[in-house]
């Protein structure tokens, strides 16, 4: 009969009966015996796996692209010393691949009644909310021969947050905002609808924007600056349907319009205006409002990490119905969505006037650079159908484009890399117009 190497040990230690074994097993523990007894020894002498006590401590949260840290401490209450192996498990998207037999196996030696800490570096390849498993724990004896194994759950959550690339357009935009603020040297006459200051007239000046009130009281003409209207109310509207889940790179197209929202979000939060965000396909995934200029920012970021494309059609009227809810007043309105002939002929067309009617309404969509490439492709039959095949997916895209113009929608669509800076650009055009 085939007998397990513990049995073997017992009964090389007279736990078993060597009679009762197949004869070829008395001669092989007859010589091996010592052999057995050390594997016995150093089995018994290998410190208890499951008395073991943990704990987590460390990172919560990450940008996408960053490392996180996560510490483990492990306090042995054993009269034994504890030489072990330990891997900490965490999903596959925890890692960048290859890196992961590195990063979660650990190697340690507890000293009876001591404890030790090990660290798991996490690189995240991708957004959301990633989860601990259990930490598994294979416990060797002095001589390494034989070990003890278990497992311990052991909860944690690290929130991996959007990476937020378009940051370094930020500062530039603030600038231009100044200057639209009437904050630096360079002073923008006649543009915005809040009433800033008065100054002197100058040639070129327009002459509606004389006070002649002021004028009277002094010995130079007069004329009013303007300052773009503060405290507007602006709603982020996320189209997280199956349109969003189409890949542009290395991204899906959803990636690209959350980094074009924060640095909108966080351009109009300096700017003074109040800022909330709605994602939405057929019910709301998420919903940002109320925040004070200081948390919005954090707060879009944190909700929009565990958003995913859902692979199912958008239903324009139901965002209609909660973009209205969300934004009761006046506001402007940006939605993030496609361009595609048929989702917004088929949907958001029939249900614009609802918006238009209260609210400035800006779509924004992100474009594929690859179409551009093929558009230009040249030199064999099968390059010039692709160039065609371009060619018409970009009429078609300017078509639709035109029919929301006509409706008196402001559209941007751009590249991911330039989607950002041209929304920002788009929304500063309307702030200085005076349509905010």
Known sequence: MALTGRAALLAALGSIPVGILEPGWAGILAVNGPLALACACDYALAAPVRRLVLSRSGDTSTRLGDTADVTLTITNPSRRTLRAQLRDGWPPSSWQPGT?????????????????????????????????????????????????????????????????????????????????DGRTSVLTRGEGTEFDSLREYVPGDDTRSIDWRATARQSAVAVRTWRPERDRHILLVLDTGRTSAGRVGDAPRLDASMDAALLLAALASRAGDRVALLAYDRRVRALVQGRSAGDVLPGLVSAMAPLEPELVETDARGLTSAALRTAPRRSLIVLLTTLDAAPVEQGLLPVLPQLTQRHTLLVASVADPHIAQMAESRGSAERVYEAAAAAQAQSERQRTAEQLRRHGVTVVDATPEDLAPALADAYLALKAAGRL
């Open 100 to 180: 992961e037999i590195e990063a979660s196996r650990h190697r340690l030696t507890v000293p009876p009644g001591e404890r030790r800490r090990v660290t798991t570096r996490l690189r995240p390849t991708r957004r959301g909310d990633r989860q601990a498993d259990r930490v598994t724990i294979r416990s060797y004896g002095p001589l390494r021969l034989f070990s003890r194994q278990g497992a311990h759950k052991l909860p944690w959550s690290v929130r991996v947050l959007p990476p937020f690339t378009s940051r370094k357009h930020l500062p530039s935009k603030l600038a231009r905002l100044r200057e639209l």
